[in-house]
């Protein structure tokens, strides 16, 4: 890297690219000063160069062709942000290998393709760096892998999709239907038109992929951990939960370690009230650590957004001028891999909503099926309902595995007096 | 540094240090491996080497001693943790001219001697590192100092002082009075048998020097800067604050940018009670900050403690051995400086209780005093009042100059009617 001038080199000009530009536009005084050496963001290419993006950038920096910079040997950094697969995986792999640091907020692509990206950017010695990637701006991924790197683990709860907050958030303070608050959130930019990523918990996953590698050292595909959205909750589980229960519903990505297994899962989870965890509201994300020195840590801030996770991706870019030759490792030594626990074997206290018809004998067959399964109540709720047609009943049971609790509920939804499938929620671990 | 074989002195064989050293006996593993080096705690240093502390060091690493750390040319890191300003200020300075690199919570010292420490440090090209200093274990300073650097911050805001959160954590949910809370927190060992340091602020002034440095680029010696204790607050303010005004009160150490100039300040402080940081309690820290790119993040955790304290120690430690020749800036450049407000031109909106005689025409007095200093009220409550004794006015203020306020204080202070000294808390920034 040369000692005086570092030359930047940025794949994708949306909202971020602007972002990252912006904030070399604005702060490249405090930026250069900090590094002590001169930065130049060299080159932009975007398929789309003619669009105004509403950030100042001289035309001759522009280009279409990705090769003015993977080809360019004055750039020593490249910045990815045009996400998903390919090309970007394609482009990543070609900057490491001709010796360029890469700089990427591609959750997707790190969850997916880790090992192959991580392995080519040691073989030639450079660095893949990728704070945006998850949480945004908050500075997450670097405390993690370096300022508790003197920590074991115990485990990772993260709030890490702004988007699902924002409606739990919303459907908890003002009582609203998930499709109400929704579709106010795709008006207002906070989703997507096709939000399925974000709902159905599959972008958590990805976060929490790349979390649990820094933190346990361990990868773990998607497929092979338990991921559910929180498109079934329902304003009335909201409700109880919250006035009879008081506990806040928030989609969590979940690592911990249990005996020598690992926990991966991502569920909407149930937490106490006065849990931090539940004070992060909104389109927040918050990742609440428990490492065996420092105890419980969380890092709090915006997990989206342009100009949060361009600061992010310019933080990188100082990390890497400053200190070139840093080694990164990535979480804990390999020798610590743990394997990943069955899903049916994970242990945790439940929240079930179920629709009956109100007759004598209900909850008596229900009990049953829950005795059968070794699975205890700690509360049951049933509403009054004087016309004698289906009530809802609230139940939170004591601590059942999860095979047990599925076997039960697929028994108890088949029962005649049972008028819709069982609603369960799992409460957050003491 | 030596590629294979990394000796460290430990000077100061306390709490904080024998959490170090169970560290190293626990993850020297897990210290090694990321470091991929050999790691060797080769020589402990205490005055009292004879009292057994629970963990397991062997007799010949002990030493009295200071010198067989300071003058060993094999060790390369000396952790200082005999904390205040003699010895330990000179012990840092040996150790950093003979080339070695420092590691140390010791924020008194910091704050005191920053300029000459920092700049011996530079002068013989090795490291001082302080995450310990500022909120114990919580990674803090480094993603203040390097992950946020893409940020000029706008405002810092810390709880971080423990023990006053704690005492104002109970005050708070037990109704209790100040000194009760105080001797059950002495009992605990929450707080120390003269709690003045913690207590009147000085603690959180010292932090906040650091953070500021960090933040800011901007030293400020703490006779600078107004500090104030948690002393005179009463169940009765956060019983009023709390219930009709949705407050909560925490000992805050402020930052903020105005202007051209740094408000640096700390008092207690009226935070709404949906705030993050009004869901930082007990004993554990959180700082909140503001940047220009990033928007608002917090860090929480726990400030201190032995463990928490060490895992940050030993995350020092790992990071100069996988970066020895970072090169560090201490905060935004120096051309940034800033010059610090005068705290009588500081604006604030204002929670005042008044302790009055129960007559006709108090309260126009004070209104009138109010507003001979362009001070008008947001609300204000009488308690009723049968045996037309003294009553306690609670009012609220709309934004005015610190001056303004004080100057009103001090007249209404003189009034017959007024039976006590105003108390007075600052209520925090929209």
Redesign the interface.
């Known amino acids: 890297m040369n000692k005086t001038l570092v030359n930047i080199g940025l794949i994708g000009f949306g909202t971020i690219g602007s972002?990252v530009i912006e904030?070399f536009n604005?702060?490249i005084?405090?930026?250069e000063?900090?590094v002590?050496k001169e930065v130049n963001l060299k080159k932009v290419v975007d398929l789309d160069i003619s669009t105004d993006r509403g950030v100042e950038i001289s035309s001759e920096k522009l280009s279409t062709d990705v090769n003015d910079i993977l080809e360019d040997p004055e750039i020593s950094i490249v910045i990815e942000l045009i996400g998903g697969y390919e090309p970007a995986r394609s482009f990543i792999l070609k900057a490491l290998e001709n010796g360029k640091h890469v700089v990427t907020a591609n959750k997707a692509l790190l969850a997916k393709h880790w090992e192959e990206i991580t392995a080519v950017s040691e073989k030639n010695n450079v660095r893949i760096s990728f704070?945006a990637s998850v949480g945004?701006?908050?500075?997450l991924l670097?405390?993690l892998n370096?300022?508790?790197?003197?920590?074991?683990f115990e485990g990772i709860y993260g709030i890490i999709n702004g988007t699902a907050n924002y409606i739990l958030t919303k459907m908890s303070e003002e009582g609203l239907e998930f499709d109400d608050v929704l579709k106010e959130a795709q008006e207002k930019g906070y989703a997507e038109q096709d939000p399925t990523f974000d709902i159905e918990g599959h972008d958590t996953a990805q976060k929490l992929i790349i979390l649990t590698i820094l933190g346990f050292g361990t990868y773990v595909a998607q497929e092979k951990f338990h991921v559910e959205g929180i498109t079934k909750i329902t304003p009335q589980d909201i409700e109880f939960t919250s006035k009879k229960l008081k506990y806040v519903t928030k989609l969590l990505g979940i690592t911990r370690k249990v005996g020598d297994e690992l926990e991966v899962r991502v569920h909407p989870t149930l937490i106490p009230q006065d849990h931090?965890l539940a004070?992060?509201n909104d389109v927040f994300n918050g990742v609440y650590m428990i490492?065996?020195?420092?105890?419980?840590?969380?890092?709090?801030?915006?997990g989206a957004?342009m100009?949060?996770t361009?600061?992010?991706i310019?933080?990188d870019?100082?990390?890497i001028i400053?200190?070139p030759?840093?080694?990164i490792?990535y979480g804990?030594?390999q020798?610590?891999e743990k394997a990943i626990k069955n899903m049916a074997e994970v242990v945790s206290k439940y929240y079930i909503r179920l629709k009956a018809l109100d007759q004598p004998g209900v909850l008596h067959k229900i009990s049953g099926i829950l005795s059968k399964y070794h699975i205890s109540l700690e509360s049951v709720n049933q509403e009054k309902n004087e016309e004698n047609q289906s009530i809802p009943i609230f139940m939170v049971t004591h601590k059942a595995s999860e095979k047990n609790i599925m076997d039960a509920i697929s028994q108890i939804d088949q029962l005649p007096e049972i008028k819709a499938p069982c609603m369960l929620i799992r409460i957050l671990e003491d």
């Open positions: 972002g904030i604005q702060n005084d405090l930026i000063k900090k002590g704070e945004g701006g908050i500075p670097q405390p370096e300022s508790l790197a003197a920590n074991n931090l004070s992060v490492g065996d020195s420092v105890g419980p840590v969380m890092m709090y801030g915006q957004g100009m949060p361009a600061s992010a310019v933080g870019c100082i990390d400053s200190n030759e840093k080694e490792t804990p030594p020798s610590q």
